[in-house]
């Protein structure tokens, strides 16, 4: 408990410093990939007749502020590259299984990084990112 206490600790740090935000980055990547990774353990565990698409109608994730936004590329990550699933079938089911509470919209209370920390840090989740972004503008585009 002490060890998780004296992470925990870190994370009120200040990211304004690159040192500070990698770990903060990194720390955060930590939590949610745990969270994340227990989650699928756990659907699969005890529905192993189940398909993926079906753990919306079981599972749901809430997000708390910016710090847990990690849990969305990490979720695509271990079903795309991991579980193998296609990607639209894996975006439908991250689109329907998180939901987002933000109680602040101050941008200094929001957590952000420099791309070329994300890229050095998870690079597979900028290609997320930026994946999810690029379809993103393409479906308001043709709105």
């Given at each position: 408990v002490r060890?998780?206490?004296?992470?925990?600790?870190?994370?009120?740090l200040n990211t304004s410093a690159?040192?500070?935000?990698?770990?903060?980055?990194?720390q955060q990547y930590f939590f949610c990939s745990a969270s994340v990774?227990?989650?699928?353990?756990t659907y699969r565990a005890e529905h192993p007749n189940?398909?993926?698409?079906a753990m919306p109608e079981m599972v749901s994730i809430q997000l708390n502020e910016?710090?847990?936004?990690?849990?969305?590329?990490?979720?695509?990550?271990l079903l795309?590259?991991?579980?193998l699933v296609a990607w639209d079938e894996a975006w439908s089911i991250v689109s329907k299984l998180f939901f987002c509470?933000?109680?602040s919209v101050q941008s200094e209370a929001q957590d952000r990084?420099?791309?070329?920390v994300m890229r050095r840090v998870l690079p597979r989740h900028l290609q997320i990112i930026e994946e999810i972004n690029h379809r993103f503008l393409c479906d308001a585009r043709s709105v």
């Open positions: 060890a998780v206490d004296g992470v925990l600790i870190w994370q009120s690159s040192d500070t935000a990698e770990l903060r980055l990194r990774q227990d989650i699928l353990h189940e398909v993926w698409s910016s710090h847990t936004a990690l849990a969305v590329p990490e979720l695509m990550r795309v590259d991991i579980e509470t933000a109680f990084w420099p791309v070329e």
